[in-house]
């Protein structure tokens, strides 16, 4: 069974330019979740879907990041435009959703480098 | 502030020693402490999960001891190989906020042949 696929493995992009990531979660998963995660650190949930409503996007920066998931699998990050401070590793996680359930199925995430 | 921490950032041992990993937390009101496992370049993977109402829960070769009284949650790898060397972080969740899990920052584990 493939996993969560991400892609660009690398993004290496100017400030206040715009970049894009991509995630296929894993077949069947309901549950998506787009994580950022600094160096040295654990991941910070920014945004979770519930098939295709963003049912927690609290900790989504809203002034420069958009997120879709329009037909309830594959979901789209966006950031425009970006910044020196979101150079960050970008995991999407997908899971049945199923409630108490605390196994997420990770990907490898996109490594963003801002220069 | 609601927080998961670690004690120690680094730990290394020999390949056949047992290995325990320690994380602090500060909330009470969480239901379920998770492991994770990060290898290099990859996202993190899922070890196993205790619920608040337990005290210890084994899995192959990994045991979860939760003291609610001092609130430590610990990992134990029992015959430590060198494919668990890895990053290693717990996790919170809690029923109100199912689905958003609040990691710690990680103990480095490295195992030495």
């Known amino acids: 069974e493939a996993g969560v696929v991400q892609s660009p493995r690398y993004k290496i992009i100017e400030k206040k330019q715009p970049v894009a990531f991509w995630c296929n979660p894993i077949?069947?998963?309901?549950?998506l979740y787009w994580y950022r995660q600094n160096l040295g650190q654990g991941p910070e949930l920014l945004i979770r879907?519930?098939?295709?409503?963003?049912?927690?996007d609290s900790q989504l920066p809203k002034d420069r990041f958009s997120a879709e998931r329009l037909k309830g699998v594959d979901s789209t990050l966006k950031i425009q435009p970006a910044e020196l401070g979101d150079s960050a590793v970008y995991l999407c996680a997908s899971s049945l959703g199923d409630r108490g359930k605390n196994e997420q199925f990770f990907g490898p995430g996109t490594r963003l480098t801002v220069l | 502030g609601e927080s998961v921490g670690l004690h120690l950032p680094t730990l290394s041992v020999q390949e056949g020693d047992n290995s325990i990993i320690n994380c602090a937390y500060s909330?009470?009101?969480?239901?379920?402490f998770i492991w994770y496992k990060q290898e290099s370049g990859k996202g993190p993977q899922f070890i196993i999960d205790i619920r608040s109402n337990m005290d210890k829960r084994q899995g192959q070769r990994v045991t979860v001891l939760l003291n609610k009284t001092v609130k430590h949650l610990s990992l134990q790898i029992a015959a430590t190989q060198p494919g668990d060397s890895a990053v290693y972080f717990c996790a919170e969740n809690r029923w109100t906020s199912y689905g958003k899990l609040t990691f710690g920052q990680g103990t480095i584990l490295t195992v030495h042949p």
């Open positions: 077949s069947g998963h309901n549950t």
């Open positions: 909330n009470s009101a969480s239901d379920y």
């Open positions: 879907y519930e098939n295709e409503e963003a049912v927690d």
